[in-house]
């Protein structure tokens, strides 16, 4: 199975600063290391995702950056906006040939304006 | 596609009733997930169907928590008999490919058993 630790758990920012979330996983045979964004009261929705094959994407204000050797990625936020402000989860793959994404504990981001 | 659907988006039940949640994943799709979302345990998966057919259920808490994937189109988990610590928000999730590429959620449903 897969093991995703997830850190901070909360993350406080003021609007405008940069924030950085980190997760590590346990199988190297990980591939596919999405990033899902919760709001309150809704339904977690992916915004950026990176395989294993590159070590950084970017999206706008939103990268993720990838280190197999060290098994762990994360998620940067530029410019923090209010708007921002919602429980991010990253989630790995289980290998064993069933692939099933287990999440992190999730990051709960607070955007001060 | 109108996305993942679930139903239904809110219930309460007495302990001691059986529950059924329902859901409809996003066409063409061949991998469906049902997690369940507490404050304490975070997003939990509790089964996994891969083309219908279930392939690690041991996130399932107890018996009394049951899945099924008659076709494609259409999965339950039911409950019976509800308890109190079942309350949570269940999400039914679908994949093209799972591990592999994005995972949608439905909306949930927020069981409260009373």
């Known amino acids: 199975g897969e093991n995703v630790e997830q850190h901070p758990s909360t993350l406080s920012v003021q609007e405008g600063d940069s924030a950085v979330i980190k997760c590590t996983y346990s199988?190297?045979?990980?591939?596919?290391f999405p990033w899902y964004k919760q709001e309150l009261g809704k339904r977690p929705q992916l915004i950026i995702d990176i395989r294993s094959n590159v070590g950084e994407k970017k999206d706008q204000r939103i990268a993720v950056t990838l280190n197999k050797t060290a098994k762990h990625f994360s998620l940067h936020i530029t410019e923090t906006q209010p708007e921002d402000s919602a429980v991010y989860f990253c989630a790995a793959p289980s290998s064993g040939g069933s692939y099933i994404p287990t999440f992190g504990r999730g990051t709960s981001l607070i955007v001060h304006p | 596609d109108a996305g993942v659907i679930q139903s239904p988006r809110h219930e309460v039940t007495e302990m001691g009733q059986e529950v059924t949640l329902r859901c409809k994943p996003i066409?063409?799709?061949?991998?469906l997930f049902w997690y369940r979302q507490t404050m304490m345990r975070g997003l939990e998966l509790l089964i996994y169907f891969n083309n219908n057919v279930p392939i690690d259920d041991s996130g399932m808490p107890e018996d009394r928590f049951s899945a099924k994937m008659p076709n494609a189109s259409f999965s339950t988990l039911k409950i019976q008999p509800s308890e109190p610590r079942d309350s949570a928000v269940y999400f039914c999730?679908?994949?093209?490919?799972?591990?592999?590429?994005?995972?949608?959620f439905g909306q949930g449903t927020r069981l409260t058993v009373v």
């Open positions: 199988d190297s045979a990980s591939n596919y």
């Open positions: 999730a679908s994949s093209l490919q799972t591990g592999r590429t994005e995972a949608f």
């Open positions: 066409s063409g799709h061949n991998s």
